[in-house]
């Protein structure tokens, strides 16, 4: 007997269908279940923004606070450095390792690089000796146009130290 064979058996399609509900659906679960071992970043245990702000580092500054003193207001700064023998020897080191290059070792002006500078200021002129500390302490912490700043390479201590040394220079007599 012939059995009748259609040409077109719609119903073909129909065996992967229940296959692939049954993967969407089990794979569905699982990631909405989250099992620990494919935690994302969202349910791991990472500190999510604003939630558990960490202990910042010591000497870090609130965004609302003052970030960084500008000459003015460093100006009349006191020395919290007391001037002793030791600090000017501190100072005086400090000056030949960072300045002495440019400013020159007694502070003329004459260091051995000077001359690549368009100015390069003398250290014993009248008007920097009247300077205050905290001046000369935002000097030489910030730079200036050209001379570059040194609150990366010696800290508050060093900076004031260095301070008193450069108040000892004085103009060679006959000047
Ligand atoms: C690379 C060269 C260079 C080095 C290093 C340098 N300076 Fe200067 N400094 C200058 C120049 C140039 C000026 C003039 C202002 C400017 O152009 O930045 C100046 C200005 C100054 C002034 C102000 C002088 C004025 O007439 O108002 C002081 C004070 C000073 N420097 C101190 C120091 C001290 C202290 C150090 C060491 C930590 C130092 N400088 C290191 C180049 C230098």
Redesign the pocket.
Known sequence: MKTYQPRFRMTKIKPTFGPTVFTLVLGGSVLLAQPTFMRNMHTGPVVMPHTQPMTPVEGTIAVNNQRLRDRLESRDLPNPVPNTTETLEEGEW??NV??A???GITGQGN?Q?ADH?????N?S?P??QN?TDGW?YS??GD??????P?ASS?NEPERWA?VHF?KTFTQPSGQ
């Open positions: 400090l000056y960072y300045c290059v440019c400013h260091g690089i500078f368009r100015r390069m200021p250290l002129a008007h920097v300077y000369i000097i030489i730079g200036g146009f050209a001379m570059p040194f010696m260095l450069v």
